[in-house]
Structures are given as C-alpha cells and as structure tokens.
C-alpha cells in the first residue's frame, strides 16, 4: 500500500497543473488525501509529502488573500460569483466542499470555543453549505433597497456573502454574542460596510425594516412559530420575502399567507413571498 502512495505522490509532485490557483478543486481533493496518508502513516517519515503539503496550502493561502483583496476594493461579488460557478462541477449537492473551503478560506472566521447552552427547540449551530447561500443570493437577488435579515446567522456567513455580493443591507441576528463579535470582525477586516451584526434573541429583534428573511432552521417548535408569527405581522403591513433551507420549510409551506416561488424541497432553498392582504 505504501508502495501505491509514493506512486500516488511522485504523480503530484510532477503534475504543474496543480500549482495552477485556479485549480483550487483539484488541490482540495489532493490536501485531503494527502493529510489522511501523513497521519494514517501510509507516507511514513515522508518529507516530499510535508513540503508538497506545504506548497499547495501556501498557493491556496494566496488565493484567498487575492480575494480579500478584491472584497476591499469592491470587486468581491464578481470574484465570488464567479468562483462560485466554476466549482459547482465539483459539489456534489451534499454537505460541503471546495467552495465551503473556499469560503471557509477567505472569510477566516473564528469559531469561538465558548458556546451557550443550546435551549431545547434551538438547533446545533453549522453554516449554510456555500452553494445554498449563493443560490437564495440569486433567487431572491436583493437590491439597495432590501434589507436581509439571517435570522439565526450564527458566524454569519449568510449576512456576509450577501453583502459582499449585493447591495443590500444586510443584518445578522445571532443569540450567541462570541459568534456576533468573530462575525463583526471579520466584516470589519473585508471592510465589509453593508452587514452588521446584532446579539440578541430573534423573538425579541427589531425586525421592522426587514424586506428579506433567512432561515436555515436555527429553532423548531414554539420559537418557529413565535417567529413566523412576528414575520406574519410584518407581512400585514407590505410584502416580504422569505427563504428557508431545512426541515423548517415543510413547517413554512403550511403558512398560508406565504407562496413558495417553485417547489418545497428541504433539502434546498426555497424562496417564499408573502401573499398581500386583500
């Protein structure tokens, strides 16, 4: 086995192409099969394998600042987007990958070690996969005159990336005041004017000014229907929107003051609007 390894990496360390920052799918997969051989010791005391590890990091580390770049300078929507169609060829619909570690890469959160206790109708915290948050940016397609508001935002890669991509205002709503403070910092670091970040629980937000909502399921049961209850209200007095991703959307297409824009699939966005009051 180990003699099929070596093989595997003197192939690598031969191939140009991977040096390539554009190839950033292909050094993924190579990374992670190259860190699962080092600490499984099927590359034992395999210095060319550490320093090809080393290398391909290195290029991707570049890249990510190169992107960092563009967000400050205010060309980070079309760096994205288009980033983000070129690595759908390589999602493969389920979970995460290259363009969760591309993402993961250039927003450089920091998930804090100090979480609450979760209540029992709130959801263990995980970030809506890439690939979801650029869809609901491209269904719902938000404007300057749009606020969005992620419900639940967590590190806040929603609030983030849509306001990078669009320009919308755009508001996070997170009960977890550490993941509030990393969200902050890293719209600060991007200089990323257009999203702010507020520690508070839902049931008690402002959520007066909200044209568009997001939830990725963050709470079941008496605090879904809390909430929807507060986004019906609102929905009274002009139209909203709102997208959801999850097992909340079997609960949300119940609603009759909402219609879904196409089909109800839990398993992706979906995109509803409120049905104005007659």
Not at 71 to 99: E, H, M, V
Not at 110 to 122: H, K, N, V, Y
Not at 194 to 206: G, K, M, P, S
Not at 226 to 245: F, M, N, W
Request: charged content about 20%; proline content about 4%; some cysteine.
């Amino acid at each position: 086995m180990t003699q099929g390894w070596n093989a595997r990496l003197d192939a690598w360390l031969q191939d140009r192409s991977l040096r390539d920052p554009q190839q950033l799918g292909r050094r993924i997969e190579v990374l992670d099969q190259l860190e699962s051989a080092l600490v499984h010791g099927l590359l034992p005391s395999s210095t060319h394998g550490e320093a090809l590890l080393a290398e391909l990091e290195a290029i991707n580390q570049q890249l990510f600042q190169t992107l960092r770049e563009d967000i400050r300078r205010g060309k980070g929507a079309g760096s994205l987007r288009a980033w983000a169609a070129s690595l759908r060829s390589s999602d493969n619909g389920k979970g995460y990958g290259p363009l969760d570690a591309l993402i993961s890469g250039v927003l450089d959160l920091t998930e804090p070690s100090d979480a609450i206790e979760l209540g029992p109708e709130m959801v263990f915290y995980q970030p809506t996969p890439a690939r979801h948050i650029f869809d609901f940016i491209e269904q719902a397609s938000p404007t300057q005159a749009d606020v969005v508001m992620d419900l639940g935002a967590g590190l806040g890669h929603v609030t983030l990336l849509t306001a990078i991509c669009t320009d919308a205002r755009c508001v996070g709503i997170e009960l977890q005041a550490s993941y509030v403070a990393s969200a902050r910092q890293c719209g600060q670091a991007l200089q990323v004017h257009n999203a702010q970040f507020f520690a508070q629980d839902v049931r008690e937000a402002d959520i007066a000014g909200g044209t568009v909502f997001y939830l990725y399921t963050p709470f079941t049961g008496g605090i879904l229907r809390t909430v929807l209850d507060a986004l019906r209200r609102e929905a009274a007095g002009r139209v909203i929107r709102l997208c959801t991703l999850g097992p909340c959307t079997t609960v949300v297409a119940e609603e009759a003051w909402l219609k879904p824009a196409g089909a109800c699939d839990a398993q992706r966005t979906v995109l509803f609007q409120s049905i104005p009051a007659d």
